[in-house]
């Protein structure tokens, strides 16, 4: 039985430049990236789709997928600016259509429930189990998606502000809105933003939040499809336009749409600036010391499936 993963990694690198957010933080030059695909493997995924740009193709497969490859079915989309006929989009435009968009790649690809993470965030293990389970309890169903949701104190970085999507959810732990706030960060020891009035605005440090990790069954890509294309008619010539997915499931919950939100316990961390680095290599030891994961991580997975 098939249990897909999409990984949005169209972002890791540019048409100029090479793949960006390749870090090792791990003892052997392990990335955020491969963390999250042991975790997604330990969790039961045995298929995963990486959402990237032609222009680094070569690259990624020689530095990132090649190391998955034996341990799980990898199949590959294309997120590109040119996806949209030129006479209806900014001949300027240099920014990919959004994290929405990317899902929508993936439609001839994927034919089972599924779930989305980005390249770039560590989610840690728990979020990969109940991320796996509910997808099982979506088979046979369909407009059964959800999110897997953080508490908003578990995803702040150690230093600098943050875009996160706070989330509102209904008595039922149904989804109601996700608006992003920019630039959250601790003040004080509160997490804080700055309105558009330039005043710092306190948030409530139990606030659901999205870190882009959903889950959904195959018919979201028919609304999906429906959506971009009314997006492209009215905003496709803005050259800072965004086919985002909170955007986009906004407008699905409005229409009626319901999304469960499902808590996870799990602690974020992601390399926001380049002082996060020593923070998430100290956790990241502090794991291995703990036994969540093997000082080499593939080399014992490789061991183990054999």
Not at 60 to 74: D, M, N
Not at 89 to 103: C, D, F
Request: aromatic residues 10%; contains cysteine; glycine residues 8%.
């Amino acid at each position: 039985m098939t249990t897909t993963l999409v990984v949005l990694a169209a972002k890791m690198g540019n048409k100029y430049g090479g793949l960006k957010q390749l870090e090792g933080i791990g003892p052997n030059g392990e990335t955020i990236l491969d963390y999250s695909m042991y975790d997604a493997l330990k969790a039961g995924f045995n298929k995963v789709v990486f959402v990237i740009s032609k222009y680094f193709e070569e690259e990624f497969k020689e530095k990132v997928s090649a190391k998955y490859e034996g341990l799980v079915e990898i199949k590959y989309a294309f997120q590109e600016i040119e996806s949209v006929p030129e006479e209806l989009r900014n001949s300027k435009r240099n920014r990919l259509w959004g994290s929405a968009h990317a899902i929508l790649m993936v439609k001839d690809l994927v034919k089972e429930p599924f779930g989305v993470i980005n390249a770039t965030n560590f989610y840690q293990r728990e979020s990969f189990e109940l991320l796996y389970s509910h997808l099982q309890e979506t088979r046979n169903t369909h407009h059964n998606h959800f999110l897997i949701s953080f508490r908003l104190a578990n995803a702040l970085a150690e230093t600098g502000g943050v875009t996160r999507g706070i989330c509102e959810v209904n008595d039922k732990g149904e989804l109601i809105s996700i608006v992003d706030r920019m630039g959250v960060e601790r003040i004080g020891g509160d997490p804080m933003y700055l309105n558009e009035y330039n005043k710092w605005v306190e948030l409530d440090v139990n606030s659901p939040i999205s870190m882009n990790m959903w889950g959904f069954t195959p018919d979201i890509f028919n609304s999906l499809n429906q959506s971009f294309d009314s997006f492209i008619a009215t905003s496709g010539t803005n050259l800072k336009s965004d086919f985002s997915i909170p955007g986009f499931m906004n407008e699905m919950v409005q229409k009626g749409l319901k999304v469960k939100t499902i808590k996870t316990p799990a602690k974020w961390m992601g390399l926001v600036s380049p002082d996060d680095r020593i923070q998430v290599i100290l956790r990241i030891n502090d794991l291995i010391r703990k036994g969540i994961y093997p000082s080499k991580i593939f080399e014992q997975t490789n061991q183990s499936s054999k």
